[in-house]
């Protein structure tokens, strides 16, 4: 009797703890979900503005993410923003790999996409997860996006300081 009541003691402490735990996720959600990252990790098409608008210019995916032969990002896009900041620019920009789009998931479902080294470029620990956040110009992009676009809602640093601080906990995803 003592024995099954220390048992469902446990079992309430854990069911308890695991939704803070899963709220970890929820600051690096805020920014990953903001439009600056999520206009790129796309299925068949860019998008633009705050509101994530269809690329103008009927710009599409193509084979590799670079668009179609025709129409290649890079005809318009350089390696920093131009135009006084309205044509957006950083190094080699394309679209996210199709194992990477967050169109259409919940912060559940962009939570499990980055740590599945299946679907996340083969990020196996913690670290390396987190290592491309730290230093991609695409994803520095965000930061600096020109023409008065709006920033994620953390700074670079706070976003950081949240990625160490799951990937300490062990990834763990909201319910
Ligand atoms: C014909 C020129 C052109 C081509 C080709 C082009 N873009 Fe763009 N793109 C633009 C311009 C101009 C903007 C800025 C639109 C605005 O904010 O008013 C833009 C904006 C964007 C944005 C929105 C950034 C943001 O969050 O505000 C993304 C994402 C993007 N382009 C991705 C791509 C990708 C990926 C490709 C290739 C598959 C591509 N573009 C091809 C001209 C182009
Ligand atoms: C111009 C397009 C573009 C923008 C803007 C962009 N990304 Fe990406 N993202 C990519 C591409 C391309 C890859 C694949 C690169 C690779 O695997 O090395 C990628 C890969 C990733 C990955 C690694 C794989 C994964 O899904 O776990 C993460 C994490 C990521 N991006 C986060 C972000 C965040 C956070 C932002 C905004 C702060 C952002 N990206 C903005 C294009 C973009």
Do not use: Y
Not at 23 to 41: E, G, K, M, W, Y
Not at 66 to 87: D, F, K, Y
Not at 106 to 131: F, H
């Amino acid at each position: 009797m003592k024995r099954l009541l220390i048992l469902l003691l446990a079992a309430v402490g854990a069911a308890q703890a695991a939704p803070t735990n899963g709220a970890l996720f929820d600051p690096i959600a805020s920014v990953v979900q903001s439009p600056r990252c999520v206009n790129c990790h796309q299925a068949e098409a860019p998008r633009q503005k705050d509101q994530g608008v269809l690329h103008a210019q009927q710009v599409v995916r193509g084979r590799d993410g670079h668009g179609a032969p025709a129409l290649q990002c890079a005809a318009c896009h350089q390696a920093a923003n131009t135009a006084q900041g309205q044509v957006p620019g950083a190094p080699n920009w394309h679209l996210a790999p199709l194992s990477m789009r967050w169109q259409g998931l919940d912060k559940k479902g962009v939570c499990q996409q980055m740590r599945d080294p299946a679907r996340n470029g083969n990020r196996r620990s913690g670290d390396q997860v987190i290592e491309h956040m730290k230093t991609d110009p695409l994803v520095l992009w965000a930061w600096n996006p020109g023409a008065k676009r709006t920033t994620p809602p953390l700074s670079h640093d706070e976003f950081i300081k949240a990625l160490q601080q799951w990937a300490r906990a062990g990834m763990p995803c909201p319910d």
